[in-house]
């Protein structure tokens, strides 16, 4: 697989040499197919690793368990699944993605479409023979575009398979998530390899837009600054992730009977604990994300109306299935000292962007890009912006539908987190940022404080 990931497909020239893999559009498009069969191969063989082993398996045959295979490729790309207990019974939907799911057609989309990029810039030029005038190499969103058709065309493919049967996806839903979920990616990768302007140029219109733009603001979003405000970001939300991490294994420890209890009960024998303990491993990502909202102040909803966070956590529904990892949630009471200080981990995230607001101040390169307290205070209100909105859309991915009546939703209100996450971060940024500054200026060799307190 890695040869695949890393290589592409390759055709062979008629002069008996192989040519570069991807070389055209033709060679994107199937790049695109082979990625999604690679995604769909690895669900493929990991359900039926898990079909062999068990004692008596839930999908009947071998062809149920493919059938599970494409749903399960199908939810990691954001599709919601829909199942039946028998003929005549009420559908009941699956809305919750495993996070750590997702990672496998991420992945594979990513690095496939940046080496089907790479070789296609890279490829000849020539026709087959080698005789015929230069051509023009394809443009790169000529590539990009054509791989994405071969990958969505797979995935249709899928949806037409698994849309029927006990578990089957929800068309409307893959519809819409499946292409949300590649074009985004490829676009990602689009704009580390050789930017969006050359895939996705921007209309006239626009351009005079931004022209128009008062200059302050033009300055606000020059690439430097939103570069230093996504590093900030990015550290501010991954010190979030590792609170809510450890907020859940903190959780775990602390209920450590009643998780063995609870996995005892829902898979006596050791291949069912397997697949359970898998299962939670895949839900762990999601777990860190509601811990990161329990910190925030919001929390999440066990369905029915329920509220779990800081300031208590009270209304639980009485269905709840015993699964190890609802184990963390704590038992319904007021809240605590204890547990308003999980507010340290808000706090750090602030701090985390305040530092890498505050560091381009310090570089050699800070007069001339005119690095003022303006500059640092406006990187690190973009940083809570940029967290705030990485925090919404987390938040919408790791909760869902699990049921009809109590369970309709569960996880954290995606706008509510958001919200908290921007408050946090900038009520705790921006000014550190600014104080982080007078600092490093102040300990720069070479300077007086005098010019540094009117800088």
């Given at each position: 697989?890695?040869q695949?990931?890393?290589?592409?497909?390759?055709?062979a020239?008629?002069g008996?040499?192989?040519?570069?893999?991807?070389t055209?559009?033709?060679?994107?498009?199937?790049?695109?197919?082979?990625?999604?069969?690679?995604?769909l191969?690895?669900?493929?063989?990991?359900?039926?690793?898990?079909?062999?082993?068990?004692?008596?398996p839930?999908?009947?045959?071998?062809?149920g368990?493919l059938?599970i295979?494409?749903d399960?490729w199908?939810?990691?790309?954001?599709a919601?699944?829909?199942?039946?207990?028998?003929?005549?019974?009420?559908a009941?939907?699956v809305?919750v993605?495993p996070?750590?799911?997702?990672a496998?057609?991420?992945?594979?989309?990513?690095?496939?479409a940046?080496?089907?990029?790479s070789?296609a810039?890279?490829?000849?030029?020539?026709?087959?023979r080698?005789?015929?005038?230069l051509?023009?190499?394809?443009s790169?969103?000529?590539?990009?575009?054509?791989?994405?058709?071969g990958?969505?065309?797979?995935?249709?493919?899928?949806?037409?398979?698994?849309?029927?049967?006990a578990?089957?996806?929800?068309?409307?839903?893959?519809?819409?998530?499946?292409?949300?979920t590649a074009?985004?990616?490829?676009?990602?990768?689009?704009?580390?390899?050789?930017?969006?302007?050359?895939?996705?140029?921007l209309?006239?219109?626009?351009?005079r837009?931004?022209?128009?733009?008062?200059p302050?603001?033009?300055?606000?979003?020059?690439?430097?600054?939103?570069?230093?405000?996504?590093?900030?970001?990015?550290?501010a939300g991954?010190?979030?992730?590792?609170?809510?991490?450890?907020?859940v294994?903190?959780?775990?420890?602390?209920?450590?009977?009643?998780v063995?209890?609870?996995?005892?009960?829902?898979?006596?024998?050791w291949?069912?604990?397997g697949?359970?303990?898998?299962?939670?491993?895949?839900l762990?990502?999601?777990?860190a994300?509601?811990?990161?909202?329990?910190?925030?102040?919001p929390?999440f909803t066990?369905?029915?109306?329920s509220?779990?966070?800081?300031?208590?956590?009270a209304?639980?529904?009485a269905?709840?299935p015993?699964f190890?990892?609802l184990?963390?949630v704590?038992?319904?009471?007021?809240?605590s000292?204890?547990t308003?200080?999980?507010?340290?981990g808000?706090v750090?995230?602030?701090a985390?962007a305040?530092?890498y607001a505050?560091?381009p101040?310090?570089?050699?390169?800070?007069?001339?890009?005119?690095?003022?307290?303006?500059?640092?205070?406006?990187?690190?209100?973009?940083?809570?912006?940029v967290?705030?909105?990485g925090?919404?859309?987390?938040a919408?991915a790791?909760?869902?539908?699990?049921?009809?009546?109590?369970?309709r939703?569960v996880?954290?209100?995606?706008?509510?987190t958001?919200?908290?996450?921007?408050?946090?971060?900038?009520?705790?940024?921006?000014p550190g940022?600014?104080?982080?500054?007078?600092?490093?200026?102040w300990?720069?060799?070479?300077r007086s404080?005098?010019?540094?307190?009117?800088?």
């Amino acid at each position: 697989m890695s040869q695949t990931t890393d290589n592409g497909p390759t055709a062979a020239a008629p002069g008996g040499a192989a040519a570069q893999p991807a070389t055209t559009t033709g060679g994107a498009f199937l790049a695109g197919v082979v990625t999604a069969g690679l995604g769909l191969g690895v669900c493929t063989v990991s359900v039926l690793l898990l079909w062999i082993v068990a004692p008596a398996p839930a999908a009947g045959s071998p062809s149920g368990a493919l059938h599970i295979a494409a749903d399960l490729w199908l939810l990691a790309h954001g599709a919601d699944l829909v199942r039946t207990a028998g003929p005549g019974a009420a559908a009941v939907p699956v809305g919750v993605t495993p996070l750590l799911l997702v990672a496998v057609p991420v992945w594979l989309l990513y690095r496939c479409a940046q080496r089907t990029l790479s070789a296609a810039e890279g490829g000849p030029r020539r026709h087959a023979r080698g005789t015929g005038p230069l051509r023009r190499p394809a443009s790169p969103g000529a590539v990009l575009g054509r791989f994405l058709g071969g990958y969505l065309l797979t995935a249709a493919a899928a949806v037409a398979y698994a849309a029927s049967g006990a578990l089957r996806v929800a068309p409307v839903s893959a519809l819409l998530c499946v292409p949300l979920t590649a074009a985004g990616t490829v676009t990602v990768v689009a704009a580390r390899t050789v930017g969006l302007r050359a895939v996705l140029p921007l209309p006239a219109r626009a351009r005079r837009v931004w022209a128009g733009l008062p200059p302050g603001v033009r300055a606000a979003l020059a690439p430097p600054r939103c570069a230093a405000a996504l590093r900030a970001a990015c550290a501010a939300g991954a010190v979030l992730l590792a609170t809510g991490a450890l907020l859940v294994l903190t959780g775990l420890v602390w209920h450590a009977g009643a998780v063995r209890h609870d996995l005892l009960h829902v898979a006596p024998d050791w291949p069912g604990r397997g697949t359970v303990l898998l299962v939670c491993l895949l839900l762990l990502p999601n777990a860190a994300v509601w811990g990161a909202a329990y910190a925030l102040g919001p929390g999440f909803t066990l369905g029915a109306g329920s509220t779990v966070g800081p300031l208590g956590a009270a209304g639980y529904p009485a269905g709840l299935p015993p699964f190890p990892l609802l184990d963390a949630v704590p038992q319904e009471a007021a809240g605590s000292p204890l547990t308003w200080a999980a507010a340290v981990g808000p706090v750090a995230a602030g701090a985390a962007a305040a530092w890498y607001a505050a560091r381009p101040a310090r570089g050699p390169e800070a007069r001339l890009l005119r690095w003022n307290r303006r500059a640092t205070a406006t990187v690190a209100a973009l940083a809570a912006l940029v967290c705030g909105a990485g925090a919404a859309v987390l938040a919408g991915a790791a909760g869902g539908a699990l049921g009809t009546a109590a369970l309709r939703h569960v996880g954290p209100s995606w706008w509510l987190t958001g919200a908290a996450a921007t408050g946090w971060t900038a009520a705790v940024a921006v000014p550190g940022a600014l104080l982080l500054r007078e600092w490093h200026l102040w300990h720069t060799p070479g300077r007086s404080p005098l010019p540094k307190l009117r800088s």
